[in-house]
């Protein structure tokens, strides 16, 4: 296992659409263990395999401890109901900006095992999945934000 480097806005890797994983073979979960790791280090929610350089359906969260694989992950149903809240993103450090995104949402992936399975989210696991599932499709949040955030005001909200 090890730390990958985090791809930055401006690469053009994070504007390409990810390839479907065909085979899970041992590439794949070297690529699964190394972004859980990488996603450790940098202390976030989720990561996108093109955050990583890699463009495959790819993705792994982690929310309060509870990690997520999701390979060849597509959303299946998604609420009407939309919250505007605020997002980041691992590579576009020091901006937020405020994403309307569905309540909840199901989704449905294969696990390292090729075993299909289906999740459903709400509040911040919706909104993570969307996040991440965008950068499967060459989109980034900042492409979506209604409104930016100066990083010093959600300090002083803490």
């Known amino acids: 296992m090890a ?22 073979d041992d590439r794949i979960i070297t690529l699964l263990d190394d972004m859980k790791d990488t996603l450790d280090k940098a202390k976030g929610v989720g990561l996108a395999a093109p955050q990583v350089g890699v463009l495959k ?23 009407e109901e939309m919250v505007n809240d605020i997002e980041g993103c691992l590579s576009v450090p020091g901006k937020w900006g405020y994403v309307e995104r569905p309540k ?33 499709n060459g989109e980034l949040y900042v492409d979506k934000v209604s409104e930016f955030v100066d990083p010093d005001e959600l300090e002083e909200d803490e």
């Open 57 to 79: 359906r790819v993705v792994v969260l982690n929310i309060e401890d509870n990690y997520w694989e999701l390979i060849n992950p597509e959303i299946i149903s998604a609420s």
């Open 104 to 136: 909840t949402v199901t989704v449905r992936a294969k696990d390292r095992n090729g075993e299909t399975f289906e999740l459903n989210g709400s509040d911040l696991l919706a909104r993570a999945l969307c996040h991440e599932i965008d950068h499967l």
């Open 3 to 24: 730390i990958r480097n985090i791809v930055k806005i401006g690469d053009e890797i994070l504007t390409k659409r990810s390839r479907k994983v065909e085979k899970i």
